[in-house]
Structures are given as structure tokens and as C-alpha cells.
């Protein structure tokens, strides 16, 4: 086994693997801001008509995660929907589908000046009037963006516009980093029968490749990546990761360590926060 384990981190010196009891970089977790006003500004996007629970379970999260401030901004549609624990809420227009619409975009404007850091949960619906409106926003916004669930999907024909953008995390399915790969006719085949070592190599070069950061769940275990280097923790959990919880700690994380994408990430994944 130790020989193995050798060969595998001599051909991959970039990867290092951490588990639950043996975190790679517990410096961060031990940095974590004691007092709120120094835990950063998350401001969460997302939700349409039919949906919102991801949004309102995120918003919990974060709070429990320790994050300084937390924002919402939903779609009007939902001003009757929402609970009132849930009371940092702002509200943009929305789209006959339910989502946020073009008018929002002032909101999204307002809510990015003020975070440290924006979380697109999903939720937001397949309406092209909002895909729009969040290739609009992520074009003008310049501060730390993470994006998750169906929100990576709604910016699907802005792909060159995500991998090319510094500061951005995607906790990504498989099936999402694929099509990814393919929009940008990035020339590496990801198939779902694929070696772990495989998956690892190819995105320590897309990371090279591009600036974006990357956090995929594939055969039991999370990735993550950034600048080239690769981080790989054991995950039976993925519903956590649909459910867009494991993209929030992620996100609150990272508020605290903003220059440290890649410890930050791989720490909120052994972070004992939620039961």
C-alpha cells in the first residue's frame, strides 16, 4: 500500500489527499475570525417561483457556518413564500417564468458592491431572460463568485466568460465539468468510467489552463483545484452537494482566507458544521 501510495504522489506531485481526521491545511480552521464583523459579506442569489429551499437551507448554513453577514436576493414573486427567520432579504423583478428579470440586474449590481463574496445557489429556473441577466452580472462583478447547482447550467453559453474569470469557484457535478470541458473545446475527454488519477490530471491542467477553481465529486471523493494543484477528500455524502450545502460552507470558508482558494475549499469539507 505504501508503495503505492508513493508512485501515485510521485507521478502527481500536485496532489495531495486529506481525510476527515487528518485535514491538509488545519490553519485555516484555526484562523477562523472570532468576531462576525471580521467573517466577511456573503451575498446569496437564486430561487424562482417553484423553488426556494435551497436558497432559504444556504442562507441557514451560512450563518451556522460563521459567516459574517448574510444577503439574499430572490425573485418579487416569492415576497409572500419566504419564512420569517429568513430577514436579510432583498428582492429584484421577476420574469413571467418565475426568475429574476432583466430589471433585477440593478439588485444583483447593489448586492455584488456590498458582499465579499457572491453564491449563485440555483434555483434561478431555465428562463433566458435570467441566463442573460447573470452573464451580465458576472461580466461587470470582480469580486470572489462561487457558483453552484443549476446555476451552472442557467450560464452554460457563457462558459469562455466563467473559465476565463479569476476569483471564481464551481462546485460542479461530473456530468456539468464535462460539458464544460466540451464548450470550450478544452482537448481532454471526461468519461464517467474514468480513473480517479485520470480526473485528477486533467483538471490540474485545466486549472493551469485557466484561472477559474474547481470543486468535483466523482467516484466517492471530492476534487478540488486551483492554480494546478489538487486537493482529493473522501465524500459519502453527495446529497449534501446537490442540495448546495457543501458549496455554501465552501463559500463561507473562503470569505475568511480570500487569497487562499484551494485550503480554504479543501478545509470546509472535513468542517464539523452541520450534523
Known amino acids: 500500500m505504501s508503495l503505492c501510495y508513493n508512485s501515485v504522489m510521485n507521478e502527481h506531485p500536485y496532489w495531495q489527499k486529506q481525510t476527515a481526521d487528518k485535514p491538509l491545511y488545519p490553519d485555516i480552521e484555526w484562523s477562523k475570525p472570532q468576531q462576525l464583523s471580521k467573517s466577511g459579506k456573503l451575498g446569496i442569489i437564486g430561487g424562482n417561483k417553484l423553488s426556494f429551499i435551497s436558497v432559504a437551507e444556504s442562507y441557514n448554513t451560512a450563518i451556522s457556518t460563521g459567516a459574517g453577514e448574510v444577503r439574499i436576493l430572490l425573485p418579487d414573486v416569492l415576497k409572500k413564500s419566504i419564512p420569517t427567520t429568513m430577514t436579510e432579504v432583498i428582492f429584484g423583478s421577476s420574469n413571467p417564468s418565475g426568475g429574476l428579470a432583466k430589471d433585477a440586474l440593478t439588485e444583483m449590481k447593489a448586492i455584488g458592491e456590498w458582499a465579499t463574496e457572491i453564491l449563485l445557489i440555483g434555483d434561478a429556473g431555465r428562463n433566458s431572460e435570467t441566463a ?120 463561507t470558508y473562503w470569505l475568511w482566507s480570500p487569497q487562499k482558494t484551494l485550503e480554504s475549499v479543501t478545509t470546509s469539507l472535513v468542517a464539523k458544521i452541520m450534523p
Open 132 to 251: 442573460i441577466i447573470y452573464e451580465n452580472f458576472i461580466q461587470d462583478y470582480k469580486g470572489a463568485l462561487t457558483i453552484t447547482r443549476d446555476a451552472i447550467d442557467l450560464l452554460k453559453n457563457s462558459s469562455q466568460l466563467l473559465v476565463d474569470r479569476p476569483n471564481t469557484l464551481l462546485v460542479a457535478s461530473f456530468s456539468q465539468l464535462q460539458k464544460l470541458f466540451q464548450s470550450v473545446y478544452y482537448p481532454k475527454v471526461l468519461t464517467f468510467s474514468m480513473q480517479l488519477s485520470n480526473l485528477v490530471e486533467a483538471i490540474h491542467k485545466f486549472t493551469i489552463t485557466y484561472p477559474i477553481s474547481i470543486t468535483v465529486f466523482h467516484q466517492n471523493t471530492l476534487l478540488v483545484s486551483s492554480s494546478g494543484e489538487v486537493t482529493s477528500t473522501p465524500f459519502d455524502q453527495p446529497m449534501k452537494i446537490w442540495r448546495g450545502e457543501t458549496a455554501t460552507i465552501a463559500a
